[in-house]
């Protein structure tokens, strides 16, 4: 078994060792920046290998109760090697070096490529934060460079076989 705790999709499973689902987000996966002051540290991720015929992945994490008519990408990887299976914690910094080669960070809501933390507006209620890993039937997604997080997303579902996610929650008191 994998560290920590799974959320399915058919035989697809995506887990962290730093986040379970349906947590609270810790300061770690918080922005640091917008009046928020976190590490803006990415989780590592784990999933189980995709369907047949995957040959990318790609992962996101969207927070659908964002207060902008549209949501919030907070991070979008995509050009995974079909051999890859897990991501090491902090991979979404733009200088981690972590990611494998041709990996691809495409710019978030934050303007920016790389991983963005959590930063709902205070006040609101705790904001969900969707990580997701896709199985794609594509080695790579051809997008311009300063592609939006919108046409991305548009790209993966287009090209994807099979996804699992995991949901978790932040937000801020006043």
Known sequence: MLF?????????????PTIKPNSTLSDAQVFNGFGCTGQ???PALTWTPGPAGTKSYAVTVYDPDAPTGSGWWHWV???????????????????????????????????????GGACPPVGDKPHRYIFTVHALKTEKIEV?????????????NANRLAKASFTAKYGRKK
């Open 4 to 16: 920590g705790s799974m959320a399915h999709a058919g035989e697809f499973k995506l887990s962290s």
């Open 40 to 42: 803006n540290i990415s």
């Open 77 to 115: 990887v995509y050009n995974l090697p079909a051999n890859t299976t897990s991501l090491a914690e902090n991979a979404g910094s733009a200088n981690s070096g972590a990611l494998p080669a041709g990996t691809v960070q495409g710019r978030t809501d934050f303007g920016s490529a790389g991983f």
């Open 144 to 156: 311009p460079a300063d592609a939006t997080a919108a046409l991305i997303g548009y790209m993966i």
